[in-house]
DNA sequence: TCATTATGCTTTAAGTTTAAAATATATGGA
DNA sequence: TCCATATATTTTAAACTTAAAGCATAATGA
């Protein structure tokens, strides 16, 4: 959304930019969703499912935090990926509170298949920017991400 | 959230740069959610209403597609608003399909008192970047945001 | 002119998302 | 040891989000 009035030389940059990485996230989630539809998975889940095959098992807690998410949210999320028997959850010996949360076999046979065929998608998509490019816009969101995350 | 498996040199970038796209703007978000709360708004609330307050009426199908999100959730958001005494509906001459919505006398007040500080918020949380980073990220996303649009 | 196709908004159903509340468990200090 | 505080997960309520369906209106072509 453009903004046609003036806020001051600096706040006009930031909302500009603010504005351009909302639009960007917006559009390039809504090709990677487009995608991962095609497997039969929402974006959550499919979130879920390649955060456990790549780091393994881990509480509900864990990840929700990695997936910068509620811990309320991510109840949901893994109840239907139980549902779909993609996952299962385990209660922790160490901490009766926590559950723990794995994938099935059929949760890791699908993982398997279908990431790198998504991560084939998400490299084309990028495509629009050199390697250098990447790179540098990497580096920016990185320095922007961390500074907001403490 | 970090990958450990390799996909190819690029494919690893690619990923590497969508997933810091998308935790910065996890980020940054929740930093902007946290800030018009202060108002009594959601962040779609406050959106639509920024829409509406810099560049005035239009109808329905017009704010959702400047907000990228579909028509029947915009009906959702405007109802709430609508709710609020935020903004008003009304019928079009031209075509009696489409609702026009526009800011109330009370939304707009809302709308020229709030902006302004939040644009101020906004200011401030870009600026772990220095101006020239702003520059160069706002650059690239409009580059990634607007070859994806097509 | 009329029928077919397209389009605008709303509703429906399912999933996501949050904060807060609820319940059970763990931790730390007196 | 005991109690106050903290924490893990789930539930609840409200809002958001989508695609598809529904209904009314507009546009187009024979």
Same mark, same amino acid.
């Given at each position: 959304?453009?903004?046609?009035? &003036?806020?001051?030389?600096?706040?006009?940059?930031?909302?500009?930019?603010? +504005?351009? !990485?909302?639009? #960007?996230? #917006?559009?390039?989630?809504?090709? @990677?969703?487009?995608?991962?539809?095609?497997?039969?998975?929402?974006?959550? &889940?499919?979130?879920? !499912?390649? %955060?456990?095959?790549?780091?393994?098992?881990?509480?509900?807690?864990?990840?929700?935090?990695?997936?910068?998410?509620?811990?309320?949210?991510?109840? %949901?999320?893994?109840?239907?990926?139980?549902?779909?028997? !993609?996952?299962?959850? /385990?209660?922790?010996?160490? $901490?009766?509170?926590?559950?723990? +949360?794995? !994938?099935? /076999?059929?949760? $890791?046979?699908?993982?398997?298949?279908?990431?790198?065929?998504?991560? /084939?998608?998400? @490299? &084309?998509?990028?495509?629009?920017?050199?390697?250098?490019? &990447?790179?540098?816009?990497?580096?920016?969101?990185?320095?922007?991400?961390?500074?907001?995350?403490?």
């Amino acid at each position: 959304m453009k903004t046609t009035k &003036q806020y001051g030389k600096h706040a006009d940059a930031a909302l500009g930019m603010w +504005v351009k !990485l909302a639009r #960007a996230y #917006a559009t390039f989630n809504r090709e @990677t969703v487009k995608d991962i539809r095609r497997y039969g998975l929402t974006q959550p &889940q499919f979130g879920a !499912l390649e %955060c456990l095959g790549h780091l393994g098992a881990m509480t509900i807690g864990d990840l929700s935090r990695k997936m910068l998410v509620s811990g309320g949210n991510m109840t %949901c999320v893994v109840d239907n990926l139980e549902k779909e028997g !993609l996952v299962r959850r /385990e209660h922790s010996h160490e $901490d009766r509170r926590a559950v723990i +949360v794995a !994938l099935t /076999e059929k949760g $890791d046979t699908l993982f398997q298949e279908i990431f790198p065929e998504h991560a /084939e998608r998400i @490299t &084309q998509l990028a495509a629009v920017l050199s390697e250098a490019e &990447q790179a540098e816009l990497s580096r920016l969101l990185k320095k922007l991400g961390q500074a907001l995350a403490d």
